[in-house]
């Protein structure tokens, strides 16, 4: 085996791996980046719908586990599908409130 043939095979190796240790890096970087708006757009919307105080709180329903789950009501031109459903869960996953 010759020297040429050795240094190819050898610098060939080391791009191959930097290529995929950088293509790895780039794929968890933009992946956290995306779960990271799409969190903060859901946490914009659910802020945005209780300030607007479409949360009914005076009608509550308990739901199969017992717990109170309010009522939400969408006003008509917040979405544009007729058939949207919206619910809010606490940390824990009980359900808070809920659009009919």
Request: aromatic share 8%; charged share 15%.
């Amino acid at each position: 085996m010759s020297i040429r043939l050795r240094l190819t095979v050898l610098y060939s190796i080391i791009l191959g791996l930097t290529l995929i240790a950088f293509s790895m890096l780039l794929y968890l970087i933009l992946s956290q980046m995306t779960l990271n708006v799409m969190v903060g757009t859901l946490e914009d919307e659910a802020k945005r719908l209780l300030d607007r105080k479409v949360i009914d709180t005076q009608i509550f329903v308990y739901n199969h586990q017992g717990y109170r789950v309010g009522r939400i009501v969408l006003p008509a031109s917040t979405f544009a599908a007729p058939q949207t459903y919206v619910q809010t869960v606490s940390p824990y996953g009980q359900i808070t409130s809920r659009s009919d």
